[in-house]
C-alpha cells in the first residue's frame, strides 16, 4: 500500500493533500473530499452516460469537461453541506470524527462560507448549460439540501441519495437536447437502483456506530438480506440501462459491451462480504469501473459508424 491508502478514519493520511496543499487550504480541500475522488466520479458518470446517450455521434469533450468541474465543486458543497449538518453524528462515530468539522479544523461558520463559494461556482457551472438545463438544475437543490435529514427518519436515506446523486442521468440529456425524453428517465430509474446497490454497501461500514448514534440505513434495514438485495439492485439497474438504450437509439456496440459492466456487478455480489469494513469500502470504490465500462459500452453504441 502507498502512503495516501493510509487512513486516520475514512481520511487519507499523508496523501497528496498533505503532501501538496499549502496547509492553510488542506482542511477545506478534505471538506470537500478531494482526497477521495471516488464521490465525484459516482456523481459525474450518469452525467457522460446521459450525454452522450443523447449526442448524435461522438460526446461533446467541452460539455463533458463543464461535467466534470460541476461534478467536482458540487460533490465537494454536498459533502460540506452534510458534514455541517452531521457535525454531532461525525464527532461519536470513530471514522468520521477526525473529520475537518468535528475535529474543529474548520468552524461551522467558516464552512459555511467554504458552501457558499462552492455554489457559487457551481451556478457558473450551471449556467453555461442551456436555459432548460438550468432551471432543471435549479430544482435538483431540493433533492440536494434534503439528504443529510434521511437518515434521521428513514432506513432508505440511500433511496434519496439515489434521487439526489445520479441527477445528472436528466442534466446530460437536457444539455445535448434542450429537452427530456424517455431515455433520459429510464436512465435515471436505472442509476437509482445502481445507487441503492453501492451505497448499501458502503452503509455496513457504519452498521455499529449508525446504531449506537441511532441513525438509520439500508444496510441496517436489509442486514443478512443484503446479498439477494443487491441482486434485485443491480438487476434492475441493468435491465433499465438497456431500455435506455433501446429507446435512445443505440447501436449494436452497445448491445455487445453491455455484458462487462453487468459482469463487473455479478462479481461485486459474490466477492461483498458485509461483515468486512475494508471489504466493503473496495467494492465500493469499484463502481467506477461500472462507470467506466457503461460509458465505453455507450459511446460505442452512439459513435460515427456504429450502426
Not at 216 to 236: C, D, E, I
Amino acid at each position: 500500500m502507498g502512503a495516501s491508502d493510509t487512513l486516520i478514519g475514512d481520511m487519507p493520511r499523508d496523501g497528496w493533500v498533505d503532501r501538496m496543499a499549502p496547509g492553510v487550504i488542506r482542511p477545506y480541500l478534505k471538506l470537500m473530499r478531494l482526497d477521495r475522488p471516488i464521490g465525484t466520479w459516482l456523481l459525474l458518470f450518469p452525467c457522460w452516460w446521459s450525454q452522450s446517450m443523447a449526442a448524435q455521434g461522438w460526446p461533446d469533450l467541452w460539455l463533458a469537461a463543464l461535467f466534470a468541474a460541476g461534478a467536482l465543486v458540487m460533490r465537494g458543497a454536498g459533502c460540506t453541506f452534510n458534514d455541517i449538518v452531521d457535525r454531532d453524528f461525525d464527532a461519536q462515530v470513530a471514522r468520521t470524527a477526525a473529520r475537518p468539522i468535528p475535529s474543529g479544523a474548520v468552524s461551522r461558520k467558516k464552512a459555511v462560507v467554504f458552501l457558499g463559494a462552492q455554489l457559487l461556482v457551481g451556478l457558473a457551472v450551471l449556467l453555461s448549460l442551456n436555459g432548460f438545463s438550468i432551471w432543471l438544475g435549479v430544482a435538483s437543490l431540493i433533492l440536494v439540501f434534503g439528504y443529510p435529514f434521511m437518515k434521521r427518519i428513514t432506513y432508505w436515506p440511500q433511496a434519496w441519495l439515489g434521487l439526489t446523486f445520479t441527477y445528472g442521468a436528466l442534466m446530460g440529456w437536457a444539455a445535448v437536447r434542450g429537452s427530456l425524453d424517455p431515455a433520459p428517465l429510464l436512465l435515471y430509474a436505472a442509476c437509482f437502483f445502481w445507487t441503492l446497490h453501492y451505497d448499501t454497501i458502503y452503509a455496513h461500514q457504519d452498521k455499529e456506530d449508525d446504531l449506537l448514534v441511532g441513525v438509520k440505513s439500508s444496510a441496517l434495514a436489509l442486514g443478512s438480506n443484503t446479498r439477494p438485495a443487491l441482486v434485485v439492485f443491480s438487476t434492475l439497474m441493468m435491465a433499465l440501462v438497456a431500455a435506455a438504450g433501446w429507446q435512445a437509439g443505440l447501436s449494436w456496440p452497445f448491445w455487445a459491451l453491455l455484458g462487462l459492466p453487468a459482469a463487473h456487478l455479478a462479481w461485486q455480489i459474490w466477492r461483498v462480504d458485509i461483515h468486512d469494513s475494508p471489504v466493503c469500502l473496495m467494492i465500493f470504490k469499484s463502481n467506477r469501473f461500472v462507470g467506466w465500462l457503461l460509458l465505453a459500452a455507450i459511446v460505442a453504441g452512439r459513435a460515427p459508424g456504429g450502426v
